[in-house]
C-alpha cells in the first residue's frame, strides 16, 4: 500500500539555521510533490510544488529537492525564525485530479 | 476574493447523534474534498466531489457521506457518531484536476 513517511515527528532548531524536513513515500509514482505548512487549529497552506523532473526549486527561503530513485523529497528553511513555527506536510501525487494524500507532517520549533 | 468557507468553527454532539458540516468553496473552484485530522496526526482523505459526485473516496465507512450542490458548496454528514470521530475536519478546494489545495480553517468537531 501507499505510504508517505516524514521524519522525527518534532524538530527543534535555534534561530538563524537551516532546518532540513524529510520526505519518504513507497508505493508511489508521483509526477509531483507538494509541501504544506499548517499552524495550530488552521487548515493547511500550500507552500511549494516539485515536479518529477525538477530537482530542485526555491522559493525565498525555501528549497526543496525531489529524487524519485530515493524516492524522497528534502524540505530546507533556511535562516529560520521562530515564525517559522509550524507543522509542515508532504503530499507526493501520481497525477492530477488523484486525491491529496497527506503524510503525517514533522513538527517544527524555532527557538530565538 | 474569498478563500474556503467551513461552518461550523465548533461543534459538540453526543455518541449516536448526526451531524452536517458545511463547506463553501474559493471562489472559481469547483473541486471539494474533505478530510479529517486527529490530533497530532496528518489530514486523512475521506472523499472529494466533483461536478456533484463523488469521484474519489478514502478508507472511510459509510457513515460518513457527502454532497456537493450547483454552486459547488458542499456537505459533509456523519451518522451514528463515535468518540473516535472526534476531529478537526478540513475542507478543501480545487479548480477541477488543479494542484494546489486552498484549505478552510476546518471544523472542530467533539464527541461526548
Known amino acids: 500500500s501507499q505510504k508517505i513517511e516524514q521524519n522525527s515527528e518534532a524538530l527543534n532548531i535555534q534561530e538563524g539555521k537551516t532546518a532540513t524536513l524529510t520526505c519518504n513515500y513507497t508505493n508511489y509514482s508521483p509526477a509531483y510533490l507538494q509541501w504544506y505548512r499548517q499552524d495550530p487549529g488552521r487548515g493547511p497552506v500550500f507552500l511549494l510544488l516539485i515536479r518529477e523532473n525538477e530537482k530542485e526549486k526555491r522559493k525565498e527561503r525555501l528549497k526543496v529537492t525531489f529524487d524519485t530513485t530515493l524516492k524522497q523529497s528534502l524540505f530546507h528553511i533556511t535562516a529560520s525564525q521562530p515564525a517559522d513555527s509550524a507543522t509542515y506536510l508532504c503530499?507526493?501525487?501520481?497525477?492530477?485530479?488523484?486525491?491529496?494524500?497527506f503524510g503525517k507532517g514533522t513538527t517544527l520549533s524555532v527557538s530565538s | 476574493d474569498a478563500g474556503v468557507t467551513q461552518s461550523p468553527t465548533h461543534l459538540i454532539k453526543t455518541r449516536g447523534q448526526q451531524v452536517t458540516l458545511r463547506c463553501s468553496p474559493k471562489?472559481?473552484?469547483?473541486?471539494v474534498s474533505w478530510y479529517q485530522q486527529a490530533l497530532g496526526q496528518g489530514p486523512q482523505f475521506i472523499f472529494q466531489y466533483y461536478e456533484e459526485e463523488e469521484r474519489q473516496r478514502g478508507n472511510f465507512p459509510d457513515r460518513f457521506s457527502g454532497h456537493q450542490f450547483p454552486n459547488y458548496s458542499s456537505e459533509l454528514n456523519v451518522n451514528a457518531l463515535l468518540l473516535g470521530d472526534s476531529a478537526l475536519y478540513l475542507c478543501?478546494?480545487?479548480?477541477?484536476?488543479?494542484?494546489?489545495?486552498?484549505f478552510g480553517s476546518g471544523t472542530r468537531l467533539t464527541v461526548v
Open positions: 478543501a478546494s480545487s479548480l477541477g484536476t488543479g494542484i494546489g489545495y486552498t
Open positions: 503530499a507526493p501525487r501520481n497525477q492530477a485530479g488523484t486525491a491529496l494524500i
Open positions: 471562489s472559481g473552484h469547483d473541486t
